[in-house]
T-cell receptor
Framework: DQQVKQNSPSLSVQEGRISILNCDYT??????FLWYKKYPAEGPTFLIS?????DKNEDGRFTVFLNKSAKHLSLHIVPSQPGDSAVYFC???????????FGTGTRLKVLA | SQTIHQWPATLVQPVGSPLSLECTVE??????LYWYRQAAGRGLQLLFY??????ISSEVPQNLSASRPQDRQFILSSKKLLLSDSGFYLC??????????FGEGSWLTVV
């Protein structure tokens, strides 16, 4: 049972435009959500997180939105840059469990 | 600052041979430690996590085992590798249920 889903395996966006990556979850106990960026043959690097007590968190070009009623979160990258091309993973955890469940990833390609 | 190291970075092993991947964390005490695997074209699958020395939780039945002999050391092992064990293995750490941080990864090819 995939508790965290990223239904779009790939996304292409023009440089300078907005990239929107989506993530859905099924476990209502999840209360902390994270986004990671991963290049081939490297470990994922942390981008941004959000707690369930918020519905938006912003850090520079990256903004994460959380819709708890829909069990949906999204990552917005504005403006997109060629260096943003990578695989993006969302992850979720439930308070006190110390377990982080990851989605299957979305490959973002930013076209110059 | 905290750092995490895992090794070896690349490994080619024959079917039936043993495996040992090692991970150490520096700059923090009593971290939660994790082993994930990314199979080709797939997401990150949680294999094991540990909240303390000798405390290992296994997430999926498999041909692998994990051990935590010291506070900041996490080892992934197998007695006999299978072809299906091939993949990219990632060690990670966190403290107090906050952000999880990953090592550089170890690419295992079983031939």
């Amino acid at each position: 049972d995939q508790q965290v889903k990223q239904n779009s395996p790939s996304l292409s966006v023009q440089e300078g435009r907005i990239s929107i990556l989506n993530c859905d979850y099924t476990n209502s106990m999840f209360d902390y959500f994270l986004w990671y960026k991963k290049y081939p043959a490297e470990g994922p690097t942390f981008l941004i997180s959000i707690s369930s007590i918020k519905d938006k968190n912003e850090d520079g070009r990256f903004t994460v939105f959380l819709n708890k009623s829909a069990k949906h979160l999204s990552l917005h990258i504005v403006p997109s840059q060629p260096g943003d091309s990578a695989v993006y993973f969302c992850a979720a955890s439930a308070g006190g469990t110390y377990k982080y469940i990851f989605g299957t990833g979305t490959r973002l390609k930013v076209l110059a | 600052s905290q750092t995490i190291h895992q090794w070896p970075a690349t490994l080619v092993q024959p079917v039936g041979s043993p495996l040992s991947l090692e991970c150490t964390v520096e700059g923090t005490s009593n971290p939660n430690l994790y082993w994930y695997r990314q199979a080709a074209g797939r997401g990150l699958q949680l294999l094991f996590y540990s909240v303390g020395i000798g405390q290992i939780s296994s997430e999926v039945p498999q041909n692998l085992s994990a051990s935590r002999p010291q506070d900041r050391q996490f080892i992934l092992s197998s007695k006999k590798l299978l072809l299906s064990d091939s993949g990219f293995y990632l060690c990670a750490w966190s403290v107090a249920g906050n952000t999880i941080y990953f090592g550089e990864g170890s690419w295992l090819t079983v031939v």
